[in-house]
């Protein structure tokens, strides 16, 4: 019924660029809210972009401030997460998922429930 397809990761170099898309079938974006987490080995998952179902807005992870930038396509029902200046620390399988409301502290994102839907994930590798 509900679904959430990731795509786009792979191998980059520290410096370089990736955009990640999110396809979501059976979902209406009036009910919820688009984030992209992240977990890398030996790591929890962690929440770092958020856009908001209501008026756009978007939430980021501190670390990600200034690289990352989260966008929607509603006629395309997909959610892009554009980063740049990626870093090794970036290395990680990307999951989008849909949540109630982007949890936020200011622009901050800072999610403390689980999504309700989430996608299969994608690698991203950012190595020389």
């Known amino acids: 019924q509900v679904q959430l397809v990731e795509s786009g990761g792979g191998l980059v170099q520290p410096g370089g660029s990736l955009r990640l898309s999110c396809k979501a079938s059976?979902?209406?974006?009036?009910?919820?809210?688009i984030a992209w987490f992240r977990q890398a080995p030996g790591k929890e998952r962690e929440g770092n972009s958020c856009?908001?179902?209501?008026?756009?807005?978007?939430y980021y992870e501190e670390s990600v401030k200034g690289r990352f930038t989260i966008s929607r396509d509603n006629a395309k029902s997909t959610v892009y997460l554009k980063m740049n200046f990626l870093k090794p620390e970036d290395t990680a399988v990307y999951y989008c998922?849909?949540?109630?409301?982007?949890?936020?502290?200011?622009?901050?994102?800072?999610?403390?429930?689980?999504?309700?839907?989430w996608g299969q994930g994608t690698q991203v590798t950012v190595s020389s």
């Open positions: 059976g979902l209406t974006e009036e009910t919820y809210s």
């Open positions: 998922a849909a949540v109630r409301v982007c949890e936020s502290r200011g622009s901050t994102y800072t999610p403390n429930n689980r999504p309700v839907h």
């Open positions: 856009i908001s179902k209501t008026d756009g807005t978007t």
